[in-house]
């Protein structure tokens, strides 16, 4: 059987800091290939290259990766501060579109860190800039020391909506997982439920209400170690499955 075919989401990068390319995490690339068992193909996030109703057709689902600039805020009606960070305005014209077209049309969708982001934007949530400023809230981001393995560890749980539809995926309404994002959910957009939370409350886990497919996307980052992980395995297989009973439905009708 021919694998599945998986659109990655490219992030704007510089080399010399003056040769432009499109790219993403191998990480991401070997939680495709070697867990859900399908081919990865990064999709440049450049919206004048790319038509949403052929990206629809060509891929079996999307990933829709962590990435180093944030959302603009005017995508939320919101003004951009210095607290805001970085941009990358055409990630946001091509992905954003990009989701709610994919959740209409049953494409399987998995976000992850401003994939997961993007998910509660595309359906009209705001985001806060900076979740460690919040009373109450932990420092969620990478720790700025240590090896790359330290920075991508287990630092706390997430406590799952009993009978939702990550506990079935986990086996457990508790999981552990890493942490490495500065913003976080401030509104859930509409259709955004959120089933899973930080212990500091800060929403990490959320699917799209009446989508037809696999419509899932978390705050963390579970293509580290996705092989190995007792949380990142499962999510990532059934997003494989979820891909293949796409397909072969395409190839049916």
Known sequence: MVRPVVGISGNAHMINDEYAVQACGLHNLYAVSEVCEATALVVPALPDLNRIDDLCEIFD?????????????????????????????????????????????????????????????????????????LPGRMNHRMPPDGTIEEKFAHRHDISLTKGGVFESIFGSDVVLTNSLHGQGIKEAGE??????????????????????????????????????????????????????DCAAQRRAA
């Open 191 to 244: 259709r955004v439920v959120v089933e899973g939370h930080a212990p500091d409350g800060t929403p990490e886990a959320i699917r799209i209400e009446g989508a037809p497919g696999f419509a899932l996307a978390v705050q963390w980052h579970p293509e580290w170690n996705a092989a190995n992980d007792p949380v990142s395995r499962p999510l990532f297989e059934a997003f494989g499955q979820a891909m293949r």
């Open 61 to 133: 689902g999307f990933v829709f990766t962590g990435a180093r600039p944030n959302i603009h805020p005017e995508e939320y009606g919101e003004d951009a501060t210095p607290a805001h960070g970085d941009f990358d305005r055409d990630r946001d014209r091509l992905t954003l579109p990009l989701i709610r077209a994919c959740v209409e049309r049953g494409v399987p969708v998995l976000g992850i860190c401003r994939g997961f982001q993007e998910f509660n934007v595309a359906f009209g949530g705001t985001l806060y800039p900076e979740i460690r400023d």
